[in-house]
């Protein structure tokens, strides 16, 4: 008896003191930051992983995706930060939100008016990420990346025949009688559906015409590719809308080619939160700009670049 | 009952000083419950130095503070386990533990080689070689502590 209690004290000592110290470190590393800025990096990578949106509010089961707000603020820092001679976009993304990807490849052409951008595109880097990439002033991606697919979809699912077999009435009271387009409960007449085809074309012409001002193409050239279909790596370098194949190396190659110097590389992200300090968790597993928000096209269909 | 006990083999147990190789088995051992619980939070603050060339590493303020930070943690989880439990957990698998003085003061003290400072971390040197020819490192002479081993042997 006496030997389990020593043994269970011992265990319960053990336990608290290597906690204590777990505790103390994660806010000593805390507060010192998981600011990954390297002494002697030159060149920053900001990830935009997943779905691209703009800031919504989060959720615990919500879909990993890239906030445009948090990668323009890494975008920010990496332009005002002196010792930073050049930007690495890492783009796995399928696109997302027009807005959010606007906005980001703005603050994209930002930086390229001072530093060497390069997007390399690894997965995919179609639709809205394609459109950040076309911003950089260089874009690798690997021969068989998912790109291009410069269209826009704001499909949803239209339940007003489905309720009506359920007995269930949809009140329509609205004031404004184009203020409930898009909602799922009432029929999607030819008239309404014209009125927003004309806005998605609207945003189209918008995406063309980024496309080809950045990749010094004509508006005709890009046109014509831009049914909404995807191209491989190989096929997007063909048409021009990808410079070279290639990866990370490429990337870094390009760059130490036009500044002259050893490319050091170090990735910018967003702030570790306290339980991503406790737990250590190494930068390449944090994706920048990540946040959890509730899916797209929860309510009323969103322009999407995807 | 009795009969049986004459017939059975006397015991007696025997503390001595600890061999190199389990005070080193003992330190490996600890060495890796540190590195799983107590120095992950600055993995992430240190990963962009691994990058570097060992010679090109230099640290910024930030990360010197860190180093630091991780040497004192270091120090207090051996100072704590052997001032509360005379036992690493290293020490507690190998069987070994810290007998002499309880004072925190002596423990602090032999366990001061661990601080990255001058002159303390001439004993990164001094103190194994201490161990492996006289069993007993420097520090420990000084705070007047040992690290045993206890066994039982056969009369």
């Known amino acids: 008896m006496k030997k389990e209690q020593t043994f269970a004290l011992k265990l319960w000592v053990s336990i608290s003191i290597l906690v204590s110290l777990l505790l103390i470190g994660s806010l000593i590393a805390l507060i010192l930051g998981s600011d990954t800025r390297s002494v002697g990096a030159n060149t920053a990578i900001i990830r935009i992983n997943g779905p691209i949106m703009a800031d919504t509010a989060g959720g615990l089961f919500a879909e990993l995706g890239t906030s445009s707000t948090a990668v323009i603020e890494l975008l920010e820092e990496a332009r005002d930060d002196k010792t930073i001679t050049a930007v690495i976009l890492e783009i796995n993304s399928p696109g997302g939100s027009a807005v959010a990807s606007d906005e980001i490849a703005q603050a994209v052409q930002a930086v390229a008016e001072e530093k060497i951008v390069v997007a390399w595109i690894r997965e995919s880097g179609a639709s809205g990420a394609y459109w950040i990439a076309s911003s950089a002033d260089h874009v690798v991606a690997n021969r068989m990346s998912i790109t291009g697919s410069v269209g826009v979809i704001s499909s949803y699912l239209e339940f007003d025949e489905f309720i009506d077999d359920w007995n269930v009435s949809y009140n329509r009271l609205v004031a404004g009688e184009r203020k409930d387009i898009g909602d799922p409960f009432t029929d999607l007449t030819p008239e309404r559906e014209a009125f927003m085809q004309q806005k998605l074309d609207r945003v189209h012409r918008f995406f063309i015409e980024s496309v080809a001002e950045n990749r010094n193409l004509t508006q005709m050239q890009v046109a014509s590719i831009s049914t909404g279909e995807f191209f491989l790596g190989v096929e997007a370098k063909e048409l021009g809308l990808v410079d070279e194949l290639g990866g990370k190396e490429a990337a870094i190659a390009y760059i130490e080619e036009q500044t002259g110097k050893e490319a050091v590389t170090v990735y910018f992200e967003p702030e570790a939160t306290f339980f991503e300090a406790l737990f250590g968790v190494e930068e390449t597993s944090r994706m920048a700009g990540s946040y959890r928000g509730p899916l797209a096209l929860a309510d009323i269909p969103v322009p999407l670049l995807r | ?155």
């Open chain 2, 1 to 155: 009952m009795k009969f049986a006990s004459l017939l059975a083999p006397r015991t007696a147990k025997v503390v001595q000083d600890a061999s190199f190789l389990r005070r080193l088995g003992s330190l490996l051992v600890d060495i890796a419950i540190l590195d799983l619980f107590v120095t992950a939070p600055f993995a992430a603050l240190f990963a962009p130095l691994l990058n570097q060339e060992l010679s090109a590493i230099t640290y910024s303020g930030r990360e010197m503070a860190a180093v630091i930070a991780l040497f004192l943690i270091v120090y207090a989880y051996f100072v704590l386990f052997e001032y509360l439990l005379r036992q690493t957990p290293g020490m507690m698998l190998l069987r070994t533990h810290l007998s002499g003085k309880d004072h925190i003061g002596a423990v602090m003290l032999r366990n001061s080689f661990i601080l990255p400072v001058f002159p303390f971390i001439l004993f990164w040197v001094i103190e194994p070689l201490a161990i492996l020819f006289w069993k007993r490192g420097v520090l420990e002479r000084v705070s007047n502590t040992r690290t045993v081993h206890q066994r039982s042997i056969i009369l």
